[in-house]
Nanobody
Framework: QVQLVESGGGSVRAGGSLRLSCTVS????????MAWFRQAAGKEREEVVC???????IYSDFTKGRFTIRRSHSENIVYLSIDSLEPEDTAMYYC????????????????WGQGTQVTVSS
């Protein structure tokens, strides 16, 4: 069973940048599509980006070129870089692993991490 641990969140000023990490253990992530989601207080969880096992990303429209996902198979880590942070980016960010190689991942087959909090002040 794959396990995910997110890190790299924090409190930053608007305009700043962060790089979130999702460390995968229990299995190699080379066979799985991986995704980042976020959930702001009082709102539903939304997908930020999904990246296939082959490395093709699919970004949600709101990312507007500010988000970049990268998977490192040698490290078994998935990174999410966020530039030009906005207060609206404040949320808990979650990493998830799909059960297959392609995006989108099946909602009822995702494995989740515990999340890392990103707080952006104006």
């Amino acid at each position: 069973q794959v396990q995910l641990v997110e890190s790299g969140g924090g409190s930053v000023r608007a305009g700043g940048s962060l790089r979130l990490s999702c460390t995968v253990s229990g299995d190699s992530m080379t066979q799985y599509a991986m995704a980042w989601f976020r959930q702001a207080a009082g709102k539903e969880r939304e997908e930020v980006v999904c990246i296939s096992a082959g490395g093709t990303p699919i970004y949600s429209d709101f990312t507007k070129g500010r988000f970049t996902i990268r998977r490192s198979h040698s490290e078994n880590i998935v990174y999410l870089s966020i530039d030009s942070l906005e207060p609206e980016d404040t949320a808990m960010y979650y990493c998830s692993a799909g059960s297959g190689r392609t995006c989108p991942t099946s909602p009822n087959q995702r494995v989740w991490g515990q999340g890392t909090q990103v707080t952006v002040s104006s």
